[in-house]
């Protein structure tokens, strides 16, 4: 791809070897400075696909001037790319800083005011400091937004408009997102310029999951999902729930029924609370996490062994982003999606969504395994 040593040094220490497709479509148009609209199913390495071409711009360049903005909805995921930013940029010896909420503001400052090349934001906390003097977006060359349909869904919008208006007009922007609905792409021809556009699959859940659907009243899922965190191969399992009350209720259940170690992550908990949360499942210290969908698109963990849908998703798209917390970077994953009577007409129009039809059982036969009764896409 002619990416510079530098840029080739930050790859071979994070153990990169062959671009994803999305990296292989997107970096070589994105180095061009073109304007760049990117979909992708999650967990198909979007943040490289965006970050590697912005470094290879940034080679030589002087330091100590922010250069580049990210725009992400979940402070998770603000964290994780600002991780990869650092990892990737370290041989160029570039800065990068996560502006999110729920942290203390004189820290961040103290990072924007020593001249951070890379700044990864939240909307909100980002607003924040535009409305001190030391916020100087004039320097900015490069603007990502990522994720845009789910800052679509969080209310974020106005934001990113306020945002982009004190942006220099010449800039480079790419957009990314996992969906592609049309408020997306009139978001996107309001602020980009002339633009590529490159997809790989955006509609489906990623390749490499197996999945599984049983018919259970809502009176019993709790009882299912403590005999489904039984099984021995259920390693390292994220459960998604629609409230957070529920989600600490849960953690709680589990533990008392299973023996096992399970916390809960989700709006209603502090930033520290929910890093402790993520570094604890991360390390394998507590292998289950009850999580809302805060956590869907904001957790990038290794080797997640299974994702268990409680609630059925409220759409396809939630469905593809809670599933690509497994199965990422070409590994393999299963999904699990409980369905009571009242979910049936959601679960019917995810399946004609994504184009399948997901096995249904009434109850697990753990006897002869999981394996034997799950459905490969």
Not at 171 to 176: A, G, I, K, N, W
């Amino acid at each position: 791809m002619g990416l510079a040593p530098e840029v080739l040094s930050g790859l071979t220490d994070m153990g990169y070897t062959e671009p994803t497709p999305i990296q292989a479509k997107a970096i070589p148009l994105a180095m061009k400075g073109r304007d760049l609209i990117a979909s992708a199913s999650t967990g198909t390495g979007k943040t490289a696909a965006f970050l590697l071409p912005i470094l290879q711009q940034l080679v030589g360049t002087k330091q100590g001037i922010m250069r580049v903005l990210v725009l992400t909805p979940t402070r998770e995921l603000a964290f994780q790319i600002d991780e990869q930013a650092l990892a990737l940029g370290y041989h160029q010896g570039l800065s990068s800083v996560a502006i999110v909420g729920g942290m203390k503001m004189n820290p961040q400052e103290d990072a924007i005011r020593s001249g951070v090349e890379i700044i990864v934001a939240t909307p909100g906390r980002l607003k924040d400091h535009m409305k001190q003097k030391y916020m100087d977006m004039s320097t900015v060359q490069f603007l990502v937004l990522d994720e845009a349909d789910r800052m679509f869904d969080m209310g974020f919008l106005p934001d990113v408009h306020h945002i982009v208006s004190r942006l220099p007009k010449d800039r480079q922007t790419l957009l990314f997102s996992a969906t592609m609905p049309a408020k997306v792409r009139k978001l996107a021809d309001s602020i980009l310029r002339d633009p590529a556009t490159v997809a790989v699959d955006p509609s489906k859940p990623a390749e490499g999951l197996l999945h599984l659907a049983f018919s259970v009243s809502n009176a019993r899922k709790t009882a299912l999902l403590a005999k489904v965190l039984s099984y021995d191969r259920m390693t390292s399992v994220i459960v998604f729930v629609k409230r957070k009350s529920e989600a600490n209720s849960l953690a709680r259940t589990v533990r008392r029924l299973t023996g096992r170690e399970a916390d809960s992550i989700h709006s209603g908990r502090t930033q520290q609370e929910r890093m402790a949360a993520l570094e604890d499942f991360r390390t394998g210290h507590c292998p289950i996490l009850i999580a809302t969908d805060v956590a869907a698109r904001g957790i990038d963990v290794d080797k997640v062994s299974h994702v268990v849908h409680f609630d059925v998703p409220r759409s396809s798209e939630d469905y593809i982003h809670r599933s690509g917390r497994t199965g990422r970077a070409g590994e393999t994953g299963e999904v699990i999606t409980f369905v009571s009577p009242q979910e049936e007409r959601e679960m019917a129009s995810i399946e004609k969504a994504i184009g399948a039809k997901i096995q249904r059982d009434k109850m697990p036969r753990f006897d002869t395994g999981l394996n034997e009764q799950r459905s490969r896409r």
